[in-house]
Nanobody
Framework: QVHLVESGGGSVQAGGSLRLACVASGYSGSRYCIGWFRQAPGKEREGVTVVYTGTGTTYYDPYVKGRFTVSLDNATNTLYLQMNSLKPEDTAKYYC??????????????????????WGQGTQVTVSS
């Protein structure tokens, strides 16, 4: 049984930084997609960044590219999201998601939540102006 457990959320002022972590367990296979999605109240869940572990290729939503950095520590099975220059618009619940089915990390140029089978419980990020 795959488990994804996020941590690191919190409240920060605009311009500040946070680092999220997602520990993955209970899986097998070294090639998979894993990443971060977020959902603000009243909005659909959207992709922030994903990694294909087979090649290390990363994908970023254009809105966060240059401010957020994803990294994967294979020794501890932990996915990190370093978020810098945070903006109030980044306020959302952030979810870790992963998929081993081999359908691809992105589809039609988008990170689609429907393509990810396993999800963490989420961690709240609140950015005040």
């Amino acid at each position: 049984q795959v488990h994804l457990v996020e941590s690191g959320g919190g409240s920060v002022q605009a311009g500040g930084s946070l680092r999220l972590a997602c520990v993955a367990s209970g899986y097998s296979g070294s090639r998979y997609c894993i990443g971060w999605f977020r959902q603000a109240p009243g909005k659909e869940r959207e992709g922030v960044t994903v990694v294909y572990t087979g090649t290390g290729t990363t994908y970023y939503d254009p809105y966060v590219k240059g401010r957020f950095t994803v990294s994967l520590d294979n020794a501890t099975n932990t996915l990190y999201l370093q978020m810098n220059s945070l903006k109030p618009e980044d306020t959302a619940k952030y979810y870790c998601a992963a998929d081993w089915r081999g359908f691809g990390c992105i589809s039609d140029g988008e990170m689609k939540a429907s393509a990810y089978e396993y999800w963490g419980q989420g961690t709240q990020v609140t950015v005040s102006s």
